[in-house]
């Protein structure tokens, strides 16, 4: 999920743009580095693009073999929340189409964190390899490009076509319902589309040159994740079944149980379709929407006529293969660990992964052949690799790697035995590598005897029998692990950040892994009693609570908690529920009330709506003591704004201190640079205050 008050700033001398040994790094200096994303690659050859966001300044980057040095597409100089995302090549790798700009609100209006008075916008625009300006095509998301150079976009809903070139008037494809492009067709110029109609969905076919619409053996059921074969002729896709009108629903607060799927393929020359493998039905056989969420996506039609899909029926997140005409699942990617992030070569043939296989506190790269074959490491030590992408030519892959001093980085390297690392992009000069700390794994248990893992970040020159202030960091998510190192995602990568700033300004920082997070597997993710359900993770906060008071150098009446979105929520929880315990906290845009938060709830019965309300921050008002700075954007599409405003009304009415930062016009996840700047410097000086340390 992404300073205001008077303060001393003790400026920190630079020479040569590094500081010496032991010297306190000032929070800009941790914060400039860029932070890569969205890495893709051509389809043929060897060029690979990716984004790049420098202190908000969003762009394009690219680079190609055989010398594979970085050069800048686009020129995009200001910190004004435009994101990029939606990279894609088209089929000669000589144009990459891309989307700018976030997304509308529930109201209808586009995200616009500047407040400018004329407005803004998402669009989808097209760039040249070579360079030069890029061509806006219209308003929209979720760009797709044909071999022939028309691009499919979302709009309002529906799906447009517009022409490459940008000349030709884009042209609507009529369909009822909420829209989707999701590919064309490898061979024709038909496009794959999903058509969402409330409590049931069709995968359709639109074909360009016919204009005509035909969906794929519809159902009353939920159909997804659709995908073609190499030829064109077959389509695989994933089918959920009904849900009964007056099921429970809500992510958050419905009760917990098995969501099923199947796989099925359609031959579009016969018009059928059949079901080739059905899941179990425990809960461990459900949907696998986290790989929906922060992986590759849930199915892949891939070489020898197979199908490659994830599942966690053994608990852990894994890649599976199965053949196309059906059969037994093969697992691709064994091991008490889990599989996060995968793609496939241009052949399909070989699929590059991360995972935490062997080290459950980092991400590391691995490759495996689609039909099993050929298991292997191909990252391994105190680093963390991600976002694996095999270049068209299957020679080399692509990766973002960072590690505990050095913040995300864009590298290459050949398939064959005993390549170099290319390393294509690093920090700027000034940026304080090597005078972070190396956090260090820790383990205990929490109330009930769960096994929890955190980080701990320890001030380097801390003195025998000294006691320090301490803070607890919550991920949110919760779908969301803390790593030995920084981040791959941009959010957390700024969190690690603020938890190494916090700890040169001389805290001991807790980045704690509580329970309903990713990394430890399906049961530890999907706990009982979690969230509107009883709250029971909280027992994970109070017990990292306690493991910071048994350590030597921790002051006990010292000892804060900070986060964002679900790390909001039980940072309220633990400022409510334990103020003996917490002696202050940073609430940035946190969850305080489960009922009226619940955008998916319904039908949910009387006595889990009064639960979801008991598990909710708003129901500790009376025992909340310790003072609370609120950091939230007023047009937060994840987490309501009137959340907090609830809440500090009730916070108000018994007398808690209270401080708040509001961003108008900003997003959950801060678009705007600044915006995080004044957030993470806000919440270092309401600490420093509530914990009485020296002056910056």
Not at 218 to 247: L, N, T, Y
Not at 376 to 397: F, N, R, S, V
Not at 516 to 526: L, M, P, T, V
Not at 671 to 693: G, K
Request: net charge negative.
């Amino acid at each position: 999920m992404r300073r205001r008050a008077c303060f001393v700033v003790i400026v920190v001398i630079l020479v040569c743009g590094r500081m010496t040994a032991g010297q306190s790094f000032r929070l800009q200096d941790v914060m400039k580095a860029p932070f890569p994303e969205n890495l893709v690659a051509a389809k043929t050859g060897s060029r690979i693009a990716w984004t790049m966001n420098q202190q908000g300044r969003r762009n394009i980057w690219i680079a190609d073999g055989p010398d594979f040095v970085a050069r800048q597409l686009t020129h995009y100089d200001d910190d004004d929340g435009g994101e990029l995302s939606g990279l894609e090549f088209s089929v000669d790798g000589k144009a990459i189409v891309f989307v700018r700009g976030e997304g509308k609100d529930s109201a209808g209006d586009y995200a616009n964190p500047t407040s400018n008075p004329a407005g803004a916008e998402q669009a989808v625009w097209i760039v040249s390899w070579e360079g030069g300006a890029p061509v806006r095509l219209d308003a929209g998301n979720s760009a797709k490009i044909s071999r022939e150079g028309k691009i499919a976009y979302a709009r309002g809903g529906q799906i447009w076509i517009a022409d490459a070139l940008g000349k030709e008037k884009p042209q609507q494809v009529v369909v009822r319902g909420k829209n989707a492009p999701l590919s064309w067709s490898p061979t024709a110029e038909n496009l794959l589309l999903v058509s969402e109609r409330g409590d049931h969905a069709f995968i359709g076919i639109y074909d360009a040159a016919g204009q005509s619409v035909k969906f794929i053996s519809p159902s009353v059921d939920m159909d997804s994740d659709a995908v073609w074969s190499s030829d064109g002729k077959r389509v695989a896709f994933v089918r959920q079944p009904a849900e009964k009108r007056d099921a429970p629903r809500g992510y958050f607060i419905q009760p917990d149980k098995p969501h099923p799927w199947a796989i099925w393929v359609a031959d579009l020359q016969a018009g059928n379709a059949h079901l080739i493998w059905q899941s179990g039905t425990a809960s461990q056989d459900s949907y696998p929407y986290m790989a929906a969420e922060t992986g590759g996506g849930a199915l892949h039609w891939a070489a020898h006529n197979s199908l490659v899909f994830a599942s966690e029926q053994d608990d852990w997140q894994h890649l599976y293969s199965i053949s196309a005409n059906s059969g037994k699942a093969k697992l691709l990617t064994p091991g008490n660990c889990e599989v996060e992030q995968w793609s496939f070569s241009g052949d399909g043939k070989t699929i590059v992964f991360n995972s935490n296989c062997g080290d459950t506190d980092r991400r590391h790269l691995w490759r495996t052949g689609s039909d099993g074959s050929d298991l292997q490491a191909l990252t391994k030590g105190d680093g963390i690799e991600w976002a694996g992408a095999p270049t068209g030519d299957g020679q080399h892959y692509a990766y973002f790697g960072s590690d505990a001093q050095n913040r995300g980085s864009v590298f290459m390297k050949a398939f064959a035995d005993g390549a170099n690392t290319t390393v294509i992009a690093t920090e700027p000069t000034g940026f304080p590598a090597g005078q972070f700390v190396v956090p260090q794994p820790v383990i205990f248990k929490s109330g009930d005897g769960l096994e929890l893992h955190g980080q701990i970040f320890e001030p380097k020159n801390l003195k025998a029998g000294e006691r320090r202030p301490a803070v607890i960091f919550l991920h949110g998510g919760p779908m969301r692990q803390m790593l030995l190192g920084w981040h791959y995602m941009y959010y957390y990568s700024n969190a690690y950040g603020m938890n190494q700033y916090l700890g040169s300004r001389g805290y001991i920082v807790l980045a704690l892994n509580y329970r309903s997070g990713i990394g430890y597997g399906r049961a530890f993710r999907e706990a009982q009693g979690r969230a509107g359900r009883g709250a029971t993770e909280y027992q994970d906060v109070l017990a990292a609570g306690k493991y910071l008071r048994s350590r030597e150098h921790v002051d006990a009446k010292r000892i804060g908690l900070w986060g964002g979105s679900y790390g909001g929520y039980l940072t309220a929880l633990g400022l409510g529920w334990n103020s003996d315990v917490f002696a202050a906290g940073v609430d940035m845009h946190g969850v305080h009330d489960w009922p009226t938060d619940n955008w998916e709830g319904k039908n949910i019965p009387a006595e889990l709506t009064k639960l979801a309300h008991e598990s909710s921050p708003v129901a500790t008002v009376d025992t909340w003591k310790s003072p609370v700075l609120f950091v939230h954007g007023d047009d937060d599409r994840n987490v309501f704004f009137s959340q907090t405003v609830d809440l500090v009304a009730r916070l108000r009415d018994k007398g808690v201190a209270i401080e708040q930062l509001v961003f108008p016009d900003e997003v959950h996840d801060f678009l705007l640079y600044r915006n995080w700047m004044r957030a993470y410097e806000a919440t270092s000086e309401f600490f420093d205050r509530q914990f009485q340390m020296p002056p910056r």
